[in-house]
Every structure is written in structure tokens, then in C-alpha cells.
Nanobody, 121 residues
Framework: QVQLVESGGGLVQAGGSLRLSCAASGNSFTINRMAWYRQAPGKQRELVAVITSGGSTNYVDSVKGRFTISRDNAKNTMYLQMNSLKPEDTAVYYC???????????????WGQGTQVTVSS
């Protein structure tokens, strides 16, 4: 069983920065695509940024130029550097990973427990 654990959330003023981390732990797996999602109160969960195992990235338009997704494959860890934060970025941020158990050809989606990001105006 693979566990995904987020860290780095918190309260920050508008214009500030935060760095989220997502660490994957467990036995005998590989991680393919990784992504950050977020869910604000009363809204649907939305994809914020995605990164492939090769390092290709994509972002939702609202965070382009402000957020940077990255990963360290050796550490099975993904990051989200968030700069110029706005109150509308306030949400619970979730780590998502496509996980393939060793020796198997199927994969499944793993999710972290979420970390709260609150941006005050």
C-alpha cells in the first residue's frame, strides 16, 4: 500500500508564498503522473497542476506564472511552489499520483489527505 502525505500548507497573506510537498511511501511501486488538485468550500475539486514522470508540466490558467510544480523521482516526492498567492487560492490542496505496483501492468490513483491553504486579503 502506498501512502501520500502532504505538508506545507498554512495561512499566508495575499502576495505571499508557500511550498507544498507530497511524499510517497510504501513498498514496490513506481509513480507515473503526479498532480495537485484543490477544493474550495462549496466548489468542485479542480486540477491545479500536473507533472509526468519525464517532467512535462501543465497548469490551470488561473495559476500559470505563479505556481510551479516539480518532483524528485529519487525521493518519490512532488512539490508545488506557490507565489503571489491570492485569496481565491484558498482551498484544501490534494496530492494525486498514478501508482503502478511492481510487476503489474495496471495502475491506480492514490490520494493524500489534503493540506489547507488559506490566503488572507
Amino acid at each position: 500500500q502506498v501512502q501520500l502525505v502532504e505538508s506545507g500548507g498554512g495561512l499566508v497573506q495575499a502576495g505571499g508564498s508557500l511550498r507544498l510537498s507530497c511524499a510517497a511511501s510504501g513498498n514496490s511501486f513506481t509513480i507515473n503522473r503526479m498532480a495537485w488538485y484543490r477544493q474550495a468550500p462549496g466548489k468542485q475539486r479542480e486540477l491545479v497542476a500536473v507533472i509526468t514522470s519525464g517532467g512535462s508540466t501543465n497548469y490551470v490558467d488561473s495559476v500559470k506564472g505563479r505556481f510551479t510544480i516539480s518532483r524528485d523521482n529519487a525521493k518519490n516526492t512532488m512539490y508545488l511552489q506557490m507565489n503571489s498567492l491570492k485569496p481565491e487560492d484558498t482551498a484544501v490542496y490534494y496530492c494525486n499520483a498514478e501508482i503502478t505496483p511492481y510487476g503489474l501492468r495496471w495502475s491506480y490513483d492514490g490520494w493524500g489527505q489534503g493540506t489547507q491553504v488559506t490566503v488572507s486579503s
